[in-house]
Nanobody
Framework: QVQVAESGGGLVQSGGSLRLSCEAS????????MAWYRQVPTKERELVAT???????NYTNSVKGRFTISRDDAKNAVYLQMNNLKPDDTAVYYC???????????????WGQGTQVTVSS
């Protein structure tokens, strides 16, 4: 019915940059709030950044000034530009998308499959 695909993770040195992408497809009328989370083993999933339908973005304190979330509604996509990466940013990153379904009008939340980001010191 709806698929969410992520890409863009990888291995980078401290101070480097990566850009994560997440695109939703399928039975979609429109996309509302979009977000990026991250998770390391033994810890709960952490909210990193959000962007609402008007383009208003919010960030967790540890990434402010380094990460930028953006969206392309024509592609039902959300992006996370990560600059000046630090070893503490190492995690699996997940996108979360709030979708209004075509025909039914129901609103659901879908997760991407996750993409590994590893920052070496």
């Amino acid at each position: 019915q709806v698929q969410v695909a992520e890409s863009g993770g990888g291995l980078v040195q401290s101070g480097g940059s990566l850009r994560l992408s997440c695109e939703a497809s399928g039975n979609i009328w429109r996309v509302k709030d979009m977000a990026w989370y991250r998770q390391v083993p033994t810890k709960e999933r952490e909210l990193v950044a959000t962007i609402d339908g008007e383009g208003t973005a919010n960030y967790t304190n540890s990434v402010k000034g380094r990460f930028t979330i953006s969206r392309d509604d024509a592609k039902n996509a959300v992006y996370l530009q990560m600059n000046n990466l630090k070893p503490d940013d190492t995690a699996v990153y997940y996108c979360n998308v709030q979708i209004v379904l075509r025909w039914s009008g129901f609103t659901i939340r879908e997760w991407g499959q996750g993409t590994q980001v590893t920052v070496s010191s």
